[in-house]
């Protein structure tokens, strides 16, 4: 497994592999790798020739100083990890080699980067689609691999790509969770054992919407989620929606002919922590 901290370096590579045919497969990260990062690899092993992961902790992307602060920073141990699973080529730069000036470029979504997470965390997309646009142009993958667990995220590359007639395929793939059903995230790590005991109860909740789903009124599920969820009073809701998946607008009944999906963002302790499900 090749490491790679220079643009110039690995982009000089990159163009030699594409000039050969060589199709190339990207994972962008975060580092604090999990298995639901390694099974993005995996897909990707499968769909290319060659694997190129990104470890770069952006922090543009955080509206939060004590956030970027906190956040796992393991670069020895993901490279170990990665390598083990068959990654072919990593690019773990610095703040510095990614963002030599000050970054000016605004993005405008229009409703996708305004809702949910883009309500809750002004910049964050924005930082997001700064870092990912400036991954896909240094690393020119055929395809892209995003976890769904950040829907809002992936819809916004996918968005990002049309806006920009980027020539890559992103693929979403499907979350991957712990035993108990907690999605996997970097962040999971910071919680307490007594957070953690509660944090599961994220995903009964979706599964108790997704049950209920049709049976109730969509308001109705709404306001009884978040009773649900705000009986642990470690946790405190930031939102609860169901939207149209395309859109992200709310639905308001079950007569929307779109995909349906539950999203919840919430708090427990100093966690921020988010879910979502597909209802149809
Ligand atoms: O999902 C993430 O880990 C990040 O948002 C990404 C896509 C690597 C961009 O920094």
């Not at 163009?15 to 190339?24: A, C, N, Y």
Request: glycine share 4%; charged share 30%; proline share 4%.
């Amino acid at each position: 497994m090749k490491i790679y901290t220079s643009i110039k370096e690995l982009q000089s590579d990159v163009l030699d592999l594409r000039s050969r045919e060589i199709s190339i497969g990207f994972v962008p990260t975060m580092g604090a790798l999990h298995k639901g990062h390694l099974s993005l690899l995996q897909r990707s092993k499968d769909e290319n020739d060659i694997s190129l992961c990104s470890i770069f902790v952006n922090p543009i992307q955080f509206n939060n100083k004590q956030d970027l602060e906190k956040y796992p920073r393991t670069l020895e141990e993901d490279c170990r990890k990665l390598e083990q699973a068959g990654c072919d080529i990593v690019f773990a730069p610095s703040v510095d080699e990614m963002y030599p000036e000050e970054v000016k470029m605004q993005y405008d979504f229009g409703h996708l980067d305004k809702v949910m997470e883009g309500k809750h965390r002004p910049g964050h997309f924005n930082g997001m689609a700064v870092v990912v646009k400036k991954l896909f142009d240094i690393c020119i993958p055929h395809r892209a691999y995003f976890g769904e667990k950040d829907f809002q995220q992936l819809m916004i590359v996918r968005e990002l790509v049309k806006m920009n007639k980027i020539p890559v395929t992103v693929i979403g793939c499907a979350i991957i969770r712990e035993d108990d059903g907690l999605a996997m995230s970097s962040r999971n790590t910071r919680l307490s054992p007594h957070e953690r005991s509660i944090a599961t109860e994220i995903y009964k909740t979706l599964l108790w919407m997704r049950h209920q789903a049709e049976q109730r009124t969509v308001e109705e599920i709404l306001q009884q989620a978040r009773q649900k969820l705000a009986s642990h009073p470690e946790i405190k809701i930031e939102y609860i929606e169901i939207v149209d998946e395309e859109t992200l607008l709310p639905v308001s009944d079950w007569n929307s002919s779109g995909n349906i999906r539950l999203l919840i963002a919430l708090f427990l302790g100093e966690v921020r922590l988010i879910d979502n499900m597909r209802i149809r």
